[in-house]
C-alpha cells in the first residue's frame, strides 16, 4: 500500500521560511511525478507545484520564486521550500503523488499525503 508522509508544517510569522517534505513508502522512481497541492476551508485543493521523475519542475505562476521543489531520491522525499511567507499561504499542504504521464500542466494523481497545516501568522 502507497503511503506518503508529509512533515514540516507550523506555525511561522510572516517573511518567515518552512521546508515541507513528503517520504514515500516505496522507491520514488515507482512515481512518474509528485506534486503539492494547498487547500484551505471551504475552498478546492490548488496545486503549488509539481516534479517529475526526470527532475523537471513547474511552479503556479504566483508563487515561483518564493517556492521550490526538490526531490531527494536517495531519501524517497519530496520538498517544498517556501520562503517569504504570507498570511495569504496558509492553508493546509498535501503531497500527491501520480504514476503515469499526461499532458499538460500536473493532474493529481491516486495518492495523497495525511495534510500539514502551514499557519502564517504574527
Known amino acids: 500500500q502507497v503511503q506518503l508522509v508529509e512533515s514540516g508544517g507550523g506555525l511561522v510569522q510572516p517573511g518567515g521560511s518552512l521546508r515541507l517534505s513528503c517520504t514515500t513508502s516505496?522507491?520514488?522512481?515507482?512515481?512518474?511525478?509528485m506534486g503539492w497541492y494547498r487547500q484551505v476551508p471551504g475552498k478546492q485543493r490548488d496545486l503549488v507545484a509539481s516534479?517529475?521523475?526526470?527532475?523537471?519542475?513547474k511552479y503556479t505562476e504566483s508563487l515561483e520564486g518564493r517556492f521550490t521543489i526538490s526531490r531527494d531520491n536517495a531519501k524517497n522525499t519530496v520538498y517544498l521550500q517556501m520562503n517569504s511567507l504570507k498570511p495569504e499561504d496558509t492553508a493546509v499542504y498535501y503531497c500527491n503523488a501520480k504514476n503515469h504521464y499526461t499532458p499538460g500542466d500536473y493532474t493529481p494523481g491516486d495518492y495523497w499525503g495525511q495534510g500539514t497545516q502551514v499557519t502564517v501568522s504574527s
Open positions: 516505496g522507491s520514488i522512481f515507482n512515481f512518474y511525478a
Open positions: 516534479i517529475t521523475r526526470g527532475g523537471i519542475t
